[in-house]
């Protein structure tokens, strides 16, 4: 069965302070994405990562692929309110564009 | 450009009843999605279409029917609502099947069914 877990599925913390949201999957894929939704609303792409070793940054957001391992993470530096939102990764292991979504992490930063 | 839209935004339907859940790019992107959304969790996949004429089945495509006859809508069509289809309902568009490029996702409608 295709899985993909997101750990944790919810994170309070402080504004300022760092951490890590970290996505595993259950078969081969060279392709993930994350996406942002914010409450009640749509689903934002943040990052397409395509190849073992990928690395993309965005801001105060970084994220990486190691394919091998099946594991992601996206790691926020410095969190600020503006980053409260759901995130959640994505993997693409039949390369048609059907994705398989996790769980999604809940992020919520206090100040 | 307005991206992905959808109609309706909200919809309130009985056991039983059917409807259409309509869906427009205007990105000319050849592949488009359906997913739902259950609180708390991931997208699943329900449909998808690899350009005009051409559908095929995701994750959960049971109690649902697609059909692309132009290259920029893809409708979703629900018959004899159930209530286990309450959900908030994504269209999606990419310019390729997603090997290389993000889903552009639309607004989402909201269904419950009672």
């Known amino acids: 069965e295709l899985k993909v877990e997101q750990n944790p599925l919810f994170l309070s913390m402080q504004e300022g302070k760092n951490y890590t949201i970290y996505c595993n999957y259950s078969?081969?894929?060279?392709?993930l994405y994350w996406y942002r939704q914010d409450p009640g609303k749509s689903l934002e792409s943040l990052f397409v990562?395509?190849?073992?070793?990928a690395v993309k940054q965005e801001g105060r957001l970084m994220a990486s692929l190691d394919t091998k391992a099946r594991l992601s993470t996206l790691h926020i530096t410095a969190a600020v309110h503006d980053l409260s939102a759901t995130y959640f990764c994505?993997?693409?292991?039949?390369?048609?564009?059907?994705?398989?979504f996790g769980q999604g992490t809940t992020l919520q930063v206090k100040p | 450009n307005a991206g992905v839209t959808q109609t309706p935004k909200f919809r309130i339907l009985k056991i039983g009843q059917s409807m259409t859940l309509q869906c427009t790019q205007d990105?000319?992107?050849?592949?488009m999605y359906w997913y739902r959304q259950d609180p708390g969790m991931g997208l699943k996949l329900i449909y998808y279409s690899v350009g005009a004429g051409i559908t095929d089945k995701g994750e959960v495509p049971n109690g649902y029917n697609v059909s692309r006859s132009t290259t920029e809508d893809f409708p979703l069509r629900l018959e004899l609502a159930a209530p286990s289809q309450t959900s908030v309902y994504f269209c999606a568009s990419s310019p390729r099947g997603g090997t290389a490029y993000e889903q552009y996702f639309g607004p989402g409608t909201r269904l419950t069914v009672t």
């Open positions: 994505a993997v693409d292991p039949l390369g048609a564009g059907k994705l398989i």
């Open positions: 078969t081969t894929s060279d392709r």
């Open positions: 990105m000319n992107h050849n592949y």
């Open positions: 990562l395509l190849s073992n070793g």
